[in-house]
């Protein structure tokens, strides 16, 4: 995949009148458009406006014996591409540069019979170092290198919606909103 260098122009909003989630959103925005992660207006408005919170709080292991990609929480002092690259070596040994990841799509998510809305960021390396191997065997038992058009199952759902959008080129995608 070639990514163009070219940031999106987009005018960030003041946020003297923005709550304090709204506040952060923008610096998210703000601090990945700088580092050059964001590369597509769409994905820059989508930070900006969904009212929603970032990062959901850690939840036990997600769904035994089901698929899902390298993912986690950030910590309080991390930024999200920081968070991707950590999260990454924990759990696979790969070694992603910062600067080799680009943001490629955010899923604003609510999860069935949970009140609590989050989004999901989900970022591609341009490179990396390593061949993936369970770092963490009490969340995961292998790793496997799956073709997009053919997935895995089982799956976790977001997961599998998250890809399908990544690979039509969509940047953004509400999931579970009535």
Do not use: K, N
């Not at 309080?76 to 690259?85: D, G, L, P, W």
Request: hydrophobic share 35%; proline share 11%.
């Amino acid at each position: 995949m070639t990514h163009s260098p070219e940031r999106p122009s987009v005018t960030p909003s003041p946020t003297t009148d923005l709550d304090e989630a709204g506040a952060l959103r923008h610096q998210l925005a703000d601090q990945l458009a700088e580092s050059g992660h964001i590369r597509t207006p769409a994905v820059d408005e989508a930070l900006r406006t969904v009212p929603r919170h970032a990062f959901a709080p850690e939840v036990p292991v997600l769904a035994p014996s089901t698929w899902h990609l390298p993912a986690g929480h950030r910590e309080t002092t991390e930024s999200a591409v920081a968070c991707m690259v950590r999260e990454a070596e924990e759990e696979t040994g790969l070694r992603i540069p910062q600067a080799d990841l680009s943001l490629v799509h955010v899923l604003d998510l609510l999860d069935p019979g949970s009140t609590s809305p989050r989004l999901g960021l989900f970022f591609a390396p341009s490179r990396w170092e390593g061949e993936p191997v369970v770092r963490e065997p009490d969340c995961c038992t292998e790793w496997r290198w799956w073709p997009l058009d053919s997935l895995p199952e089982p799956i976790v759902e977001y997961t599998r919606v998250a890809v399908q959008a990544i690979t039509r080129g969509t940047s953004y995608l509400p999931m579970g909103w009535s």
